[in-house]
DNA sequence: CCCACACGATACCGCTCGGTATCTTGAGAT
DNA sequence: ATCTCAAGATACCGAGCGGTATCGTGTGGG
């Protein structure tokens, strides 16, 4: 297979490690390494290496996006299965060899400072997930979207940190079960609660 | 007021500088210096700076503990008053100015390395809070008091999670409300689902 | 054909990091 | 009164950081 321009490998070897070790942990020099070239090329691409974490997590937003879309796309008039497509993706991507944590959860915990371009892009990329699924609780017809969808948020976000830190078991598993039963809830006619 | 020994008035600048710029992003000087003492002096009480770091999130897991303790000593035979305060107190230390995150959640994401021994305390801290959640949801008589004890976990992690990116607001609000609907669901004679 | 330009390699910059060595000072215990 | 030992101050170490300068080289488009 042909080798891929440097760009692109120099965003896949920062995807590598940046997810696996950290932000702070990589040197331009490691990633420079992996991707089977030098420091040179690296800034002839990137202004700074703040600029690359920008780009790298820009990628990796994108690509949640498309799985929403994605999902639209195959069950237009089903929100319901669009919010469990979402879950399974989310649980099935929980095991793989040793989880690596959510990226975005990950990389917040090192860009403390909120005026920071990296930042802003996580927060608004969240913040649209958000709204994305609060109008499919709605249009699934829930008594209050907004209380489904932040309930839903906390489980999909609690089941990767608690993943991640070892203290729950089949977590896939164990998240889908749990979010199909607060959809169930939300769109109980009435009664319950 | 007199001036604290030099160990804790290390600690306390620890405790200020990691949970709020985290822990790759603070260098020993500028921990020596807020505790308006040197560096020598904090290499004389400890090893390196890892094991400041272990230190701290020792003393951090110690002050949840000590929560759980609190409440089980003031509702003995309540167990749903139990993890209704510790919902509380996750709720109550929610805002607060920018809020900062979890300092467990944080950290591990600075500590891939599983064998770490602060990654190791994180564990076992996070695997015993979870233990006490099953017991205190067995205690309360739930049908299922692993899959619930889950949830919890899941929507307290998560409710951290969604503050600190800014995706939910009042997320102390709702987190009550959501523990509240997850205890009557499990707590529930036998229907709902 | 040739020339521009991305690429790669190497050496370098100033700075900060974690960690150490040395020496002075001051207060508490005997 | 003296001895001890924690505490403070300062200077230093090697290493790695993010970022830059320079210079050959190969290849693809005019």
Same mark, same amino acid.
């Given at each position: 297979m042909a080798k891929l321009p440097p760009r692109e490998r120099i965003l896949d070897a920062a995807e590598e490690l940046f997810s696996r070790e950290g932000i702070k942990a990589v040197g331009v020099q490691a990633i420079a390494g992996r991707a089977e070239t030098t420091k040179m090329a690296l800034y002839r691409h990137f202004a700074t290496k703040d600029a690359l974490v920008e780009e790298w997590l820009r990628i990796v937003a994108a690509d949640y996006t498309a799985v929403f879309d994605r999902l639209e796309e195959a069950h237009p008039d089903e929100p319901r299965a669009q919010i469990l497509g979402i879950a399974r993706f989310i649980a099935d991507g929980l095991p793989g060899i040793s989880h690596r944590g959510c990226p975005f959860i990950n990389s917040i915990a090192e860009?403390?400072?909120? %005026?920071?371009? *990296?930042?802003?892009?996580?927060?608004?990329? =969240?913040?649209? +997930?958000?709204?994305?699924? %609060? $109008?499919?609780?709605?249009? *699934?017809?829930?008594?209050?979207? $907004?209380?489904? &969808? %932040? /309930?839903? %948020?906390? #489980?999909? /976000?609690?089941?990767? #940190?608690?993943? +991640?830190?070892?203290?729950?078991? $089949?977590?896939?598993?164990?998240?889908?079960?749990? #979010? /199909?039963? #607060?959809?169930?809830?939300?769109? &109980?006619? =009435? *009664? *319950?609660?």
């Amino acid at each position: 297979m042909a080798k891929l321009p440097p760009r692109e490998r120099i965003l896949d070897a920062a995807e590598e490690l940046f997810s696996r070790e950290g932000i702070k942990a990589v040197g331009v020099q490691a990633i420079a390494g992996r991707a089977e070239t030098t420091k040179m090329a690296l800034y002839r691409h990137f202004a700074t290496k703040d600029a690359l974490v920008e780009e790298w997590l820009r990628i990796v937003a994108a690509d949640y996006t498309a799985v929403f879309d994605r999902l639209e796309e195959a069950h237009p008039d089903e929100p319901r299965a669009q919010i469990l497509g979402i879950a399974r993706f989310i649980a099935d991507g929980l095991p793989g060899i040793s989880h690596r944590g959510c990226p975005f959860i990950n990389s917040i915990a090192e860009l403390p400072d909120r %005026t920071h371009p *990296a930042r802003r892009l996580i927060e608004a990329h =969240k913040a649209n +997930q958000m709204r994305r699924l %609060t $109008d499919l609780c709605a249009r *699934a017809g829930m008594s209050d979207p $907004d209380e489904a &969808a %932040t /309930e839903i %948020t906390f #489980v999909l /976000e609690g089941a990767q #940190v608690s993943t +991640q830190n070892g203290s729950v078991e $089949d977590a896939g598993e164990r998240l889908m079960r749990i #979010v /199909e039963a #607060v959809l169930d809830r939300h769109s &109980a006619p =009435k *009664a *319950a609660r």
